[in-house]
């Protein structure tokens, strides 16, 4: 019945057998007959068939809806069916590496096989949990991760501005340098002090840099910050100072356990540093 329905479409859009024919590689005989049945099927009559045109008739009007979405949902299971029969990974990564989880996502779509990639916004802690918990297949943490896991594909996040309340004295100078900083207190998204800033460091949970933008408009503290989320970010409470800070960076690497290694890990890694040696 659905090659029946997407005929009768087909002709309601061509006003034309002939054409709607040669759309769908049939011969027009073969279209006539399948409007026939349906319209047996149907218990009505959908076109009005003349010499020199083909109408519609009330019930063709009021039934062509129908049969689109027919023809819609038919379309959806079939996209469906192939995303969920291709090979899927699971991908948790920090907000900070959104366009790096995107061009890896591409890669791998574009392969062939295609493997699909299901991705996952998650700081640190709950990435690595989630690993450990085999909820992903692979997470993109920030260096060192945990012992138990393998990690690849390192790269390095350079951190050169510094975010501060839109009211702080350091909101109009053109550039800070590190030695100004003593006696403030610099908000840390991760696991660790950020290495070779005076400061007192106060630590936010994870990597989550917008929570801690949100503590410096607050006027809790400083914030270091990659150029990444400068560019990305609007706001009119905090202002984004360049930091000359020498080799301030943060470091990523893909990891996962060495327990869950598939073909399609194996291709998530070479994608990852494809991604990061053509950007």
């Known amino acids: 019945m659905l090659r029946e329905i997407h005929c009768f479409a087909r002709v309601a859009e061509r006003m034309s057998f002939s054409r709607a024919a040669a759309d769908l590689g049939m011969s027009q005989p ?51 069916a192939a995303r969920l029969a291709r090979p899927t990974i699971h991908l948790a990564y920090p907000p900070l590496v959104g366009t790096l989880a995107a061009r890896i996502v591409r890669r791998l779509a574009g392969r062939t096989p295609s493997i699909g990639v299901e991705l996952t916004v998650a700081g640190r802690g709950a990435a690595a949990q989630a690993l450990a918990d085999g909820e992903v297949s692979a997470a993109i943490l920030s260096t060192p991760a945990p012992a138990q896991f393998v990690t690849a594909a390192r790269f390095h996040v350079t951190v050169d501005h510094l975010a501060v309340p839109a009211g702080h004295r350091l909101a109009p100078r053109t550039k800070v340098a590190a030695d100004e900083l003593h006696g403030q207190v610099l908000l840390t ?50 202002r ?25 890990l194996m291709a998530l890694v070479q994608a990852v540093q494809d991604a990061l040696w053509t950007r």
């Not at 409007?35 to 020199?52: D, K, M, S």
């Not at 893909?254 to 327990?259: F, I, R």
């Open 189 to 238: 998204p991760g696991s660790r002090p950020w290495a070779g800033l005076p400061g007192r460091s106060r630590m936010v949970a994870d990597d989550d840099f917008a929570a801690a933008l949100d503590l410096v408009a607050a006027g809790a503290g400083l914030l270091p910050i990659p150029q990444l989320l400068v560019r990305a970010i609007r706001r009119d409470d905090v």
């Open 240 to 264: 984004f100072v360049p930091l000359d800070a020498g080799d301030l960076r943060i470091t990523y690497a893909l990891a996962w356990s060495k327990e869950r290694v598939t073909p399609e």
């Open 30 to 80: 073969a279209m006539s007959q399948a409007i026939t049945r349906l319209e047996r099927a149907a218990g009505v009559r959908l076109f009005e068939r003349t010499a020199r045109e083909v109408r519609l008739t009330a019930a063709g009007k009021a039934l062509l809806p129908y049969a689109e979405q027919v023809l819609e949902s038919a379309q959806a299971f079939t996209a469906e």
